[in-house]
């Protein structure tokens, strides 16, 4: 910091501009939310909200940025789904630092300066995270680390939930390094997962601790129920990745995800020979247990997921 209290960015400017991306296909009133709450910042440095459709009519929202404060709407012209809607916003983007929002989830006022905060004082880290709140029917519950960075040993052994897509704060120079979000991975399944990856192998990426982003959490999911999809997009990723085959408990977690999506999707016999080397790898892994009354037809997959939602988790 400097004796003025303000983010010393060393070559850089103290407060360095901003561009938010917040995709979104067809939400106005959860939409309007988010942008809100991102013009509302209190970040001394200017902002750009960039609102990405995806493939649907622009329709621009109600809303006066203040001074400081810029707020454009573009088509996605990328592929059509999340990925594509990202990276046409990151394409857009002429802040030196790049923020991605869930037109669902909205931030907290001091997000993005406690961020830019702790960016400058770790010149070494990629990224930047914060803790988060799930907020839905039934549930309020906070999520938060109690470390100061995740590297990528953290992201092969866990998938860290804490680490949302709505909480990171990105250096341009670390997006132009590892690339865009994958538009190959199968129905863009874990993307920001796979993402995650590449930017803890470029740097660590450093924790706000204070909780910053409020989550939707709806007990639903567009991929609710796609159960084939997550087995195509788990097993693309572990076929890329090949540093996941480091860590057994990281391996285990993957194709015990593999195996309760298989055993949801009546594909029982594939999904016990998933649970064997689950076991052989990893005999306390969580989703033996709740992947077994699925294969054995006792609950359904969307059972077992919708009560696990209900706990603020996933399978």
């Not at 630092?97 to 001091?110: E, Q, R, S």
Request: charged share 30%; aromatic share 6%.
């Amino acid at each position: 910091m400097t004796d003025r209290g303000r983010p010393d960015a060393g070559t850089g400017p103290a407060y360095p501009p901003v561009t938010v991306v917040v995709a979104t296909r067809d939400r106005p009133g959860l939409l309007e939310r988010a942008v809100q709450a991102v013009l509302d910042q209190d970040y001394p440095g200017p902002v750009e909200c960039v609102v990405v459709y995806d493939h649907v009519e622009i329709r621009p929202l109600d809303l006066d940025p203040p001074a400081g404060r810029t707020l454009r709407y573009v088509t996605n012209t990328h592929r059509r789904g999340l990925p594509g809607g990202r990276n046409t916003g990151a394409d857009e983007a002429t802040g030196d630092l790049v923020a991605f929002c869930d037109d669902d989830d909205f931030w907290l006022p001091a997000k993005l300066a406690r961020q830019v905060e702790l960016l400058a004082a770790r010149p070494d880290a990629a990224a930047a995270s914060c803790g988060i709140r799930l907020e839905g029917p039934g549930i309020a519950r906070e999520r938060r680390l109690d470390r100061a960075e995740v590297a990528l040993p953290d992201f092969v052994e866990d998938r860290v939930m804490e680490v949302h897509s709505s909480t990171v704060l990105v250096r341009r120079s670390t997006w132009d390094a590892v690339g865009p979000v994958d538009e190959e991975l199968p129905g863009g399944y874990g993307e920001d997962y796979e993402w995650l990856l590449r930017v803890a192998a470029h740097g660590p990426v450093v924790i706000v601790p204070e909780v910053l982003v409020v989550v939707d959490w709806h007990g639903g999911s567009f991929f609710f129920g796609r159960w084939a999809t997550i087995v195509e997009a788990t097993r693309y990723l572990l076929d890329k990745h090949p540093e996941l085959a480091g860590s057994r408990t990281g391996l285990a977690r993957l194709h015990g995800q593999i195996a309760f999506a298989l055993a949801a999707g009546r594909r029982r016999r594939e999904a016990l020979r998933e649970l064997g080397r689950v076991l052989r790898l990893n005999p306390r892994e969580k989703r033996l247990l709740v992947t077994l009354p699925v294969v054995l037809g006792l609950l359904s997959g969307e059972r077992v997921l919708r009560l696990a939602q209900r706990r603020g988790r996933g399978v």
